[in-house]
């Protein structure tokens, strides 16, 4: 395999050279490192003792942590040969020590804090390490649900959970019955379908935990790109589960865009899309200290401060007006996302942009206000 030495965060990370990402031995995405900037302020906020990058591919992930955060032991997994003796090779060049091999397939290094490099099926070394995880990270291709069982079991019971998805196609509504398989949830198409998608995912992981009789914080959660994140901080008890199970719910929308949504266990009328997620995507204060730490950290990502303030700034309502979506389905004129804003706000209502469109608006004001605005324009 021939490399390249690419730097991200404080990281030297050498990858494998490749014309198309997908046709590399080992997977690196450039893209994702605001993914991973992200990762990083979470971990350095929450400053958890023990952190697994369960799907680690080159390392970039865990060895960031490592060297970007407070965590003290990191573990960085992968199922595949030629990426756990990367991960070998990209630990060694970024710590600066041998490593010690502990086990079968397993190498410690340690240079203040104890990084463990680890090649095993993520499914079966998340099952040996029960309940020993303060954060867990889950970046697989596509959809993450093969891991959430495991991943619930061996994040300790106040610990954080990180999971992408990359199956935006099926969260989305392009492959209906593959959503129904992975996520037994009915999903959307059109303007709403990335934030009911995302609201689906993690609608999911709040069903798999109260098994378990855990319930879910939502800390922060996001679309962008070709993918979703959230990261989600587990609550014990069954009382919690209960709790976060009210938050589940059912999503309709008419041919003229207005929506509405219901919690509840079971749909009441057809139509509907879901079960998902109806509870906030973000906890405020959560979202204020990652822009504060953002604006004085050196991040990797041009965009990852841009993005955060977006995020942070957002008004946490369930969905969403799409100026170009209502004046298509109802012949309105295009009404500038800014002016939008300002008129409802003269009106008395909350109005922010939203990370999930560039044209649209999240809002408390009613379906008719909205359009009201829009056809004032005229
Ligand atoms: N987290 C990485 C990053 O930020 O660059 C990217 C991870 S890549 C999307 C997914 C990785 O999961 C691949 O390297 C693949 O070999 C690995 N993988 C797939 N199935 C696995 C399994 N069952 N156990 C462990 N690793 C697995």
Same mark, same amino acid.
């Given at each position: #395999?021939?490399? +390249?030495?690419?730097?991200?965060?404080?990281?030297?990370?050498?990858?494998?050279?490749?014309?198309?990402?997908?046709?590399?031995?080992?997977?690196?995405?450039?893209? #994702?490192?605001?993914?991973?900037?992200?990762?990083?302020?979470?971990?350095?906020?929450? @400053?958890?003792? =023990?952190?697994?990058?369960?799907?680690?591919?080159?390392?970039?992930?865990?060895?960031?942590?490592?060297? $970007?955060?407070?965590?003290? $032991? /990191?573990?960085? &997994?992968?199922?595949?040969?030629?990426?756990?003796?990367?991960?070998?090779?990209?630990?060694?060049? &970024?710590?600066?020590?041998?490593? +010690?091999?502990?086990?079968?397939?397993? +190498?410690?290094?340690?240079?203040?804090?104890?990084?463990?490099?680890?090649?095993?099926?993520?499914?079966?070394? #998340?099952?040996?390490?029960?309940?020993?995880?303060? !954060?867990?990270?889950?970046?697989?291709?596509?959809?993450?649900?093969?891991?959430?069982?495991?991943? %619930?079991?061996?994040?300790?019971?106040?610990?954080?959970?990180?999971? *992408?998805?990359?199956?935006?196609? /099926? %969260?989305?509504?392009?492959?209906?019955?593959?959503?129904?398989?992975?996520?037994?949830?009915?999903? %959307?198409?059109? $303007?709403?379908?990335?934030?009911?998608?995302?609201?689906?995912?993690?609608?999911?992981?709040?069903?798999?935990?109260?098994?378990?009789?855990?319930?879910?914080? /939502?800390?922060?959660?996001?679309?962008?790109?070709?993918? !979703?994140?959230?990261?989600?901080?587990?609550?014990?008890?069954?009382?919690?589960?209960?709790?976060?199970?009210?938050?589940?719910?059912?999503?309709?929308?008419?041919?003229?865009?207005?929506?509405?949504?219901?919690?509840?266990?079971?749909?009441? @009328?057809?139509?509907?899309?879901?079960?998902?997620?109806?509870?906030?995507? =973000?906890?405020?204060?959560?979202?204020?200290?990652?822009?504060?730490?953002?604006?004085?950290?050196?991040?990797?990502?041009? @965009?990852?401060?841009?993005?955060?303030?977006?995020?942070?700034?957002?008004?946490?309502?369930? !969905?969403?007006?799409?100026?170009?979506?209502?004046?298509?389905? &109802?012949?309105?004129? /295009?009404?500038?996302?800014?002016?939008?804003?300002?008129?409802?706000?003269?009106?008395?209502?909350?109005?922010?942009?939203?990370?999930?469109?560039?044209?649209? +608006?999240?809002?408390?004001?009613?379906?008719?206000?909205?359009?009201?605005?829009?056809?004032? *324009?005229?």
């Amino acid at each position: #395999m021939e490399f +390249v030495e690419m730097r991200e965060g404080l990281a030297r990370i050498l990858v494998p050279k490749a014309e198309r990402i997908y046709d590399a031995p080992v997977f690196y995405n450039p893209v #994702m490192a605001l993914n991973r900037d992200l990762s990083v302020l979470a971990v350095d906020i929450l @400053k958890p003792r =023990k952190v697994l990058d369960a799907l680690s591919a080159t390392g970039i992930r865990g060895v960031r942590y490592a060297l $970007e955060t407070p965590a003290g $032991e /990191v573990w960085l &997994n992968d199922i595949s040969e030629e990426a756990f003796n990367l991960i070998l090779k990209n630990v060694r060049l &970024n710590l600066g020590v041998e490593g +010690v091999r502990i086990g079968d397939g397993r +190498v410690s290094f340690r240079n203040g804090k104890e990084v463990v490099a680890n090649r095993d099926d993520a499914n079966r070394l #998340m099952a040996e390490k029960f309940r020993y995880f303060d !954060f867990l990270d889950l970046d697989p291709f596509g959809s993450p649900v093969g891991f959430l069982d495991t991943a %619930l079991r061996s994040v300790r019971r106040k610990g954080v959970l990180a999971v *992408t998805a990359t199956d935006t196609g /099926v %969260l989305c509504g392009a492959y209906r019955n593959a959503c129904l398989r992975k996520y037994l949830a009915e999903p %959307l198409r059109g $303007e709403l379908c990335h934030e009911a998608g995302l609201r689906i995912l993690i609608g999911t992981v709040v069903r798999y935990a109260a098994k378990y009789d855990l319930g879910v914080e /939502v800390l922060l959660a996001y679309h962008r790109d070709h993918y !979703f994140r959230a990261f989600l901080r587990l609550k014990s008890g069954a009382r919690n589960a209960d709790e976060s199970l009210s938050n589940l719910g059912y999503l309709w929308q008419k041919k003229n865009g207005e929506f509405g949504y219901e919690r509840a266990v079971l749909p009441k @009328k057809p139509g509907a899309h879901g079960p998902l997620w109806l509870g906030p995507l =973000k906890d405020e204060d959560f979202a204020r200290r990652m822009l504060t730490l953002a604006g004085e950290k050196t991040l990797a990502h041009g @965009k990852t401060l841009l993005f955060l303030e977006l995020l942070a700034g957002e008004l946490d309502v369930p !969905f969403f007006y799409d100026t170009h979506a209502l004046a298509r389905r &109802n012949g309105l004129g /295009v009404m500038k996302v800014s002016r939008l804003i300002e008129a409802l706000e003269e009106l008395g209502y909350r109005a922010t942009r939203t990370h999930f469109s560039p044209t649209a +608006v999240k809002t408390d004001a009613p379906f008719q206000e909205v359009v009201g605005v829009l056809k004032s *324009t005229r």
